[in-house]
């Protein structure tokens, strides 16, 4: 089983990046994905949950209005598109797969910093 994230980096504030997540060893398909990020010093934070069929998405407050999350289950991926950032969205954000009764997944991260 892996998840490897990608598309982190440095922005400037304001920017845009789009995190991906490619998920293998697991049916992708049937498993609800989440986005959490963790910054330095703080607990990591659930920022934005989407069911297995991507009818349904939650986000949290301090991201509502800015970051989208969406999935391509025929590439076994799921993407955070994040827009508008801010210098405390400054993380390392995690993807996290979760089925119950089957088990759940983390991937190893990718660090996000919106500095100017």
């Known amino acids: 089983v892996q998840l490897v994230e990608s598309g982190g980096g440095l922005v400037q504030p304001g920017g845009s990046l789009r995190l991906s997540c490619a998920a293998s060893?697991?049916?992708?398909?049937?498993?609800?994905m989440r986005w959490y990020r963790q910054a330095p010093g703080k607990e990591r934070e659930l920022v934005a949950t989407i069911t297995s069929a991507g009818g349904s998405t939650n986000y949290a407050d301090s991201v509502q209005g800015r970051f989208t999350i969406s999935r391509d289950n025929a590439k076994n991926t799921v993407y955070l598109q994040m827009n508008s950032l801010k210098p405390e969205d400054t993380a390392v954000y995690y993807c996290y797969a979760n089925r119950n009764g089957y088990g759940s997944y983390w991937g190893q991260g990718t660090q996000v910093t919106v500095s100017s």
């Open positions: 060893g697991f049916t992708f398909e049937r498993y609800a």
